[in-house]
């Protein structure tokens, strides 16, 4: 099997970012971002993907968390695209649905090449503990855009916050889990038009 592993490294004045991205993992996270509850979500999100993620991020968090969840999603969205390679052999698309206690997430992806983003989901709070809801869009729009991606997410429904949020990321670590597999039925590129 190829090397399918990509390290990206981002420095702007808002933030610097070192990330590494291996989608043949077992599931390891080693997250230093100042935001402990993105590294809580990027930990499902490795977990149940089954990807090993390294990241560093140090960014302006004394004025808010913005910059540095954004910047993340970037460096994700653009190591999953390099690592990918030419997606020869991938099965393209993936999904999941995942409950959390009361909540239940959809989450799904067209790995296309075309950057796309529907995101229908609100939270009943405006921050889980220091971490304001609205990055969770934030996050996803970035990750789509970088990622060259369609992205579907669909929160159906809950109650907790956390809970809510945390039935996204664990889908989105299955749904691309899916999609980024490897499968030997699969000769080449997984397109009519011979390109992704």
């Given at each position: 099997m190829s090397d399918r592993t990509a390290t990206i490294h981002r420095k702007t004045k808002?933030?610097?970012?070192t990330l590494t991205l291996n989608l043949d993992g077992s599931g390891k996270a080693e997250l230093e971002t100042g935001v402990?509850?993105?590294e809580h979500m990027l930990?499902?999100?490795a977990k149940h993907g089954l990807f090993d993620l390294q990241v560093r991020a140090r960014g302006d968090v004394h004025i808010d968390?913005?910059?540095?969840?954004e910047d993340i999603a970037i460096c994700l969205g653009t190591a999953l695209r390099r690592a990918l390679g030419d997606?020869?052999?991938i099965r393209r698309y993936g999904h999941a649905v995942i409950p959390m206690d009361e909540s239940l997430g959809q989450v799904a992806v067209d790995l296309s090449g075309r950057s796309h983003l529907e995101f229908k989901a609100e939270f009943p709070d405006l921050r889980v503990g220091t971490f304001a809801t609205e990055l969770v869009h934030e996050f996803f729009w970035k990750l789509a855009m970088e990622g060259r991606m369609n992205l579907h997410v669909l929160l159906h429904y809950g109650?907790?916050?956390h809970h809510m949020i945390e039935s996204l990321f664990k889908a989105l670590g299955r749904a691309l889990d899916e999609a980024t597999r490897l499968d030997p039925r699969?000769?080449?590129?997984?397109s009519s038009k011979g390109v992704l």
């Open positions: 808002e933030t610097e970012i402990p509850f993105l930990d499902l999100f968390d913005h910059h540095t969840v997606k020869a052999g109650r907790n916050t699969i000769q080449g590129i997984p």
